[in-house]
């Protein structure tokens, strides 16, 4: 019996990795430029104390603060990618905590800038604002002044500033408890291989025909989760309180607030994705039904929810296909970006592609203004879903590399909330060219369960994660101590409620709460939701070749953080301080559903 492991970091083809030359050449270049960016930080001193004095002496200290902050950039990126390779090399996880260190010591030093800046009188920055000098930090000035009643004194901000080494410890022991020391064993799949069982697989084996093995697959995951769980409600309780400390120390009437706020998002588009959502469960409710009858099931398992409902038509994609797949769905945005994208995921080496022993698990998108935009994958080519999250990346890569051609440093970074809209937008053409190609009522099927299992996971269950968010923020805002027992409490009311009550919940589904590491990075996934709504809008609008929909859409995508993200995407088309957007996704998850229905005949006789 053939057994499938996990290559060692060090064995893995050069051609499967990314190339970080964009960054630095190398280990030792990166020492270097670190060593050259502390040696710069003395340079902030000369400043302190005298930023009210004139435009063109706060000009010159955001000038220096921007250079400061790029180079950091470069730097952090780096060791954040190196880390990601392989999360137990000591020499990356050596290299992410010196670079910590300094970037603690950079923010303290700057530290004086914004509290200087907001002690400069109102007329006098009003006046200031139209000097030629400050010109190019305008915008960037007026966001600042809206934090007044959010920033502290000078002390009091240095002292927070020096705890931003410790402030992410939750963060750090969780991805090396989960990606480094965690063993899950081996599974024997459904035909007959002994498979290494690991975060990276884990959702690879839910894919397997053979029900024994997934069920093997989830207690046997979970199994370790429960051991280590006291561990992992420990670390998440600490991030939770760690928002809500922030949030109270920056004068925000809850941790939430504070969130919303940074992107200048009205709680209405919050509260309103969240009752929209509650409004239409029973579709999904529909959904869970479907797939039981479809699977021949007495009862459905989450274990049973990744499954291809349509075996038969799920497809084998080495690496070279998934990208041509990809790059010919995304035609509709020109033949520009489809050539600069299949460059970058071939010969340009944007992409780590393939899982190794100790690799962060995932996948995700991360440039900088001066490099290539990278992608870490974990490709595994009997998944399509893989296909799809290659698509995702992409589009956040593309947005990545688009924005810093058209927008200067300080404007080229974008949102998350607006992130999630050109990756799911991707998603979305990826999905429209695999229905056209549809010659069956199966193929076809194959492809709306799809689009069904999406909404379902990008909209439905990123909102049942932003209430659980809501959820523990509250109680330990209230004083309720987030203990393993709170945490399971209030995670399986909501698996109850988002899943229906035909839908049988397994203890260890409570668990879920413990593994998953956007909870670290608190309120970002209800923009998953909200991104997935505009993107399904935008995508009919430029696929259906609405006049001005394709330049509207690159004009998004070139313009970074130039207005609030709210307002790019009106200037896009689609508007989410309203309720059509999430209402427009809803409903087309019922008439997918309806769909479905109507092909389950032919389907499954």
């Not at 002044?145 to 939750?170: D, I």
Request: charged share 25%; proline share 5%.
């Amino acid at each position: 019996m053939t057994v499938r492991t996990l290559p060692e970091r060090r064995d893995v083809a050069v051609a499967d990795t990314w190339d970080l030359a964009s960054l630095f050449a190398g280990d030792e270049a990166w020492d270097a430029a670190l060593l050259a960016w502390e040696a710069r930080l003395p340079e902030f001193a000369p400043f302190a104390g005298t930023l009210g004095q004139s435009p063109e002496r706060l000009a010159a200290c955001l000038a220096l603060d921007l250079e400061i902050d790029r180079a950091g950039d470069r730097l952090g990126t780096y060791a954040h990618l190196r880390a990601a390779e392989d999360q137990s090399a000591a020499p990356a996880q050596r290299m992410v905590g010196r670079f910590q260190h300094v970037a603690t010591r950079a923010g303290e030093l700057a530290s004086f800038i914004r509290p200087e800046i907001l002690a400069i009188p109102a007329a006098t920055m009003a006046a200031w604002l139209d000097h030629p000098a400050l010109g190019p930090y305008r915008l960037l000035l007026e966001r600042l002044v809206r934090t007044r009643p959010h920033v502290l004194s000078e002390g009091e901000e240095k002292l927070l500033a020096m705890q931003g080494t410790f402030a992410g410890t939750a963060a750090r022991v969780f991805r090396q408890l989960t990606d480094a020391d965690l063993r899950f064993g081996t599974v024997t799949d459904g035909r007959g291989a002994e498979v290494e069982l690991s975060n990276a697989t884990f959702v690879t084996l839910l894919h397997d025909p053979v029900r024994s093995v997934r069920r093997t697959t989830f207690h046997q995951f979970y199994a370790q989760y429960q051991a280590h769980a006291h561990t992992l409600a420990a670390t998440l309780a600490g991030a939770v309180d760690r928002d809500v400390y922030l949030a109270r120390v920056r004068h925000h009437p809850s941790a939430v607030a504070a969130a919303l706020f940074t992107d200048n998002v009205p709680p209405e588009v919050y509260d309103g994705l969240v009752t929209a959502v509650r409004t239409h469960l029973p579709a999904v409710h529909r959904a869970n039904e479907l797939r039981r009858r479809w699977l021949r099931l007495d009862d459905l398992h989450h274990y049973d929810c990744y499954v291809p409902l349509v075996p038969d038509l799920e497809r084998h994609h080495t690496w070279e296909e998934a990208v041509e797949l990809v790059v010919e769905s995304l035609h509709p945005l020109g033949v520009d970006y489809g050539a600069r994208l299949r460059h970058g995921l071939l010969a340009g080496r944007w992409c780590d592609r393939y899982p190794n022993v100790g690799k962060q698990a995932g996948a995700f998108s991360s440039g900088t203004y001066d490099s290539a935009p990278y992608i870490m994958m974990n490709f595994q080519p009997e998944s399509l879903e893989h296909v799809f999250t290659l698509a995702h990346e992409a589009g956040h890569s593309m947005h990545t590399r688009l924005s810093a051609e058209a927008q200067p440093y300080q404007y080229a970074g974008y949102t998350i909330f607006v992130a999630e809209v050109a990756s799911t937008f991707n998603e979305q053409l990826l999905a429209r060219l695999l229905l056209e190609r549809c010659r069956t009522p199966k193929e076809r099927a194959a492809i709306l369960v799809r689009e069904v299992d999406s909404i379902r996971a990008t909209i439905v269950r990123q909102t049942m994660f932003a209430e659980f968010e809501r959820l523990t923020h509250a109680s330990a805002e209230a004083g309720e101590p987030l203990t393993l027992e709170r945490f399971r409490e209030l995670y399986r009311g909501l698996l109850e409620a988002y899943f229906g009550p035909r839908f049988t919940l397994d203890p260890e589904l409570e668990l879920e709460c413990l593994r998953i590491p956007h909870f670290y990075s608190a309120f970002y996934v209800y923009k998953y939701a909200t991104g997935l709504a505009a993107a399904i809008t935008l995508a009919e609008r430029v696929a259906g070749g609405q006049p001005g929909a394709l330049d509207a859409y690159l004009g998004f995508l070139r313009g970074g953080s130039s207005k609030w993200s709210l307002d790019l995407l009106c200037d896009a088309g689609v508007d989410l301080r309203g309720p059509q957007p999430v209402a427009i996704a809803l409903r087309r998850l019922e008439t997918l559903v309806d769909e479905l229905e109507r092909l389950e005949a032919d389907v499954v006789g």
